[in-house]
């Protein structure tokens, strides 16, 4: 898009390929000098580093492209003099990464230091691409040496993709050793899928068997489509080792420099260059969007189809509390023995406590049971185990524990306020806990518990006893169903984080006609 946008801008070229493949070398080699570190250490390249010609830097100042990459910006040499700046587009700029207060420099950030310590450059922003500038780079040619293909640091990975993607020119460069990876293949296999403009760099090749590793990896490039494509080899020499100077000689590079600066400069190449690559991705979008839009289709059926498997067990766990409570399964136990010992051998705290306590067991062996239904389901469905959360028991017990201790304040609290109106009519009535206690067993003890109701009725009166009755239902079927909304709700908010909807799918094939519309 930004090329299509932008016709006349700079050719982006990437430099992408193997760890150790000589990448950052090769980059200081066509410029020059050293811009990019070259190393043994691996990854050596952090932070994407751009090189272009002083007069295309306005081209890369903004956001033109990789919008999502904090521009990090390092002055040519004599550009900062000692406590300052020469350059005046530098002038207000603070050190050490502050963020640059001038117009083409918004968002950007200095890395003063990163000359003479690219660590400590690389470290001035995180997700920066580097910029440098060099009047020795032919005007209308930026370079980029990207990080390592198959570093084993999974964002270098992902930011290598993305660099290359972004290429109007993919270079990719393999050594003697390497030219039949699985990596490189990938992407050469993809650049063809594409129809980039693509370029083959050989490196470190030995003198001894440079025509036999030529004529191979010729012969592999043929078989696979690419026999077309431009290919160069440079020789293994002293200065391809790490921690040299990084530079190669100027004739090793000569070939690759002059390819590149006449696709540079001839306006003719240039265009076609840029062209074939934005319409060889164009035209692949064709194929790969149609898959894509059937995989949004096929992600949202599994949202659906998982959604479904935990509403319906939770659904299930719901009747089986109204169930289990309108028969009084739930007066079992200790809250059992409590009911038959009151009123002389149980309190009305500890008839209460356990009652309590019954409701919240009850809680988790139905929870527990939605979450076994749920984990059967996610067996042999795969997208379970991404879209779902684990099961929690202690997690659940503890938030069920929590829940019933609150409903249970609200039921004492509303006891409180019928015997208090009784009291205020004048009649004693019962003591506020023993009007709780009668009240949470007639709720949970279904027939079992009759008499407690006929018990509120005698001391509360029968509006009394009914009003409260009312209330106190309303209550717990509010405490059952947050209960169970929360911990279905949790079991599912890995799937609505990752924002799984319908209309993905119609998007996608939309994005693609405009596209080929405008296009």
Known sequence: MPRLRAPQAPLLAVIGGST???????????????????????????????????????????????????????????????????????????????????????????????????????????????????????????????????SLVARNRDLAA??????????????????????????????????????????????????????????????????????????????????????LPGTAVAALRD??????????????????????????LRARMPALAGAAAAQHAAAVRLVQHVGGAYEEAAERVRRELAGGAALAGGALTHWHGRPYDSTPEELLTALADSLATLLRSVTAAADERVAEAGRRDPAARAGLAPCDPRGAGERIGVAVRRWRRCVEELAEEEVAVRAAEGDAGCAPDEAAALLVASLIGGRRTRTAGERLAETL?????????????????????????AERDRRLAPLDALDVTPDQQVRLIAALSVLQKER
């Open 162 to 247: 993305e660099l290359i993607c972004a290429a109007d020119i993919w270079v990719l460069v393999t050594t003697a050793t390497r030219y039949a990876d699985a990596v490189p293949w990938h992407l050469l296999r993809t650049a063809k899928e594409y129809d980039v403009t693509l370029v083959t760099v050989l490196d470190r090749v030995p003198h001894q068997v440079a025509a036999e590793v030529s004529h191979q990896y010729a012969a592999l490039l043929t078989a696979a489509g690419l026999g077309d494509v431009p290919r160069f080899t440079i020789p293994e020499l002293p200065e391809s080792a790490g921690g040299g100077s990084g530079l």
């Open 20 to 150: 150790g493949a000589g990448k950052s070398t090769l980059v200081n080699s066509l410029v020059g000098r050293r811009v990019t570190e070259a190393g043994v250490l691996r990854p050596t390249t952090r932070t994407p580093v751009l090189v272009c010609h002083p007069e295309d830097r306005p081209w890369f100042t903004g956001q033109r492209v990789l919008p999502q990459l904090t521009r990090v910006w390092v002055p040519a040499q004599g550009e900062r003099a000692e406590g300052g700046y020469e350059d005046e587009a530098y002038e207000g700029a603070a050190y050490e990464g502050a963020a640059y207060e001038q117009g083409a420099h918004d968002g950007a950030v200095y890395a003063g230091a990163a000359r003479d310590e690219p660590d400590k450059g690389a470290r001035t922003a995180a997700g920066a691409l580097r910029v440098e500038t060099d009047p020795g780079l032919a005007r209308g040619l930026a370079l980029l040496d990207a990080p390592d293909i198959d």
């Open 259 to 284: 390819w590149l600066t006449r696709h540079a400069q001839d306006p003719a190449a240039r265009h076609a260059a840029a062209e074939r690559t934005a319409a060889g991705v164009i035209a692949s």
């Open 461 to 485: 009166g029968a509006h009394g006893a009914l009003r409260l009755g009312d209330r106190g239902r309303r209550l717990l079927d509010d405490c059952v169903g947050r209960v169970l909304a």
